[in-house]
């Protein structure tokens, strides 16, 4: 198993997802570093995927941002240098389509940026979005169908690619 911090991320999406739901109360973080370290996680990249996930609750939580970024459609963002360095273009792509197709607005696009750009990878390509987005959604009040329409897509996507 690769042992980074997307790994890490992904490891508690997939398998404590349906858990979070089900229960009212804070997820009990030390069970759940003992079992991301029983599953072989180094301890130094648990916590920056539990640091990654803290960034993105708060970004979720503030009121102003990316709140205060202009929902106009007829926009369009430009990257920055650093970006464009580390995002892959497919994976441009990827945010691009999903704003084109009102999965995403402005706003939310923001913070799939600032999560994607957060992680320690040197390029981010269009399966690490895709997770990004899936996570950043996730935690977005209000857009469960959307989290929910884009799951399908890429779990039917790949299921399409191994058959």
């Given at each position: 198993m690769?042992?980074n911090?997307?790994?890490?991320?992904?490891?508690?999406?997939e398998?404590?997802?349906?858990?979070?739901?089900?229960?009212?109360?804070?997820?009990?973080?030390?069970?759940?570093t003992?079992?991301l370290?029983?599953?072989?996680f180094?301890?130094?990249?648990i916590?920056?995927?539990?640091?990654?996930l803290?960034?993105?609750?708060?970004l979720?939580?503030?009121?102003?941002?990316?709140?205060?970024i202009?929902n106009?459609?007829?926009?369009?963002?430009i990257?920055?240098?650093?970006e464009?360095?580390?995002?892959s273009?497919?994976?441009i792509?990827f945010?691009?389509?999903?704003e084109?197709?009102?999965?995403i607005?402005?706003?939310?696009r923001e913070?799939?940026?600032?999560?994607?750009?957060?992680?320690?990878?040197e390029?981010?390509?269009?399966?690490?979005?895709?997770?990004?987005a899936m996570?950043?959604?996730?935690?977005?009040?209000?857009?469960?169908?959307n989290?929910?329409?884009?799951?399908n897509?890429?779990f039917?996507?790949?299921?399409?690619?191994?058959?």
């Open positions: 690769k042992d911090m997307l790994d890490v991320l992904m490891y508690i999406f398998n404590f997802i349906d858990d979070d739901q089900n229960k009212s109360s804070e997820p009990d973080v030390v069970a759940l003992n079992e370290g029983h599953a072989g180094r301890q130094g990249e916590t920056k995927a539990f640091e990654w803290e960034d993105l609750s708060v979720c939580e503030e009121d102003d941002y990316p709140n205060s202009n106009v459609a007829s926009g369009t963002r990257f920055s240098d650093h464009k360095q580390k995002i273009i497919s994976a792509g945010l691009t389509r999903l084109f197709y009102n999965i607005t402005p706003s939310v913070v799939i940026l600032d999560r994607a750009m957060a992680l320690e990878s390029i981010i390509d269009m399966d690490q979005m895709k997770w990004v996570m950043v959604l996730y935690n977005r009040p209000g857009r469960e169908t989290y929910l329409w884009l799951e897509l890429l039917d996507l790949e299921q399409d690619v191994l058959h």
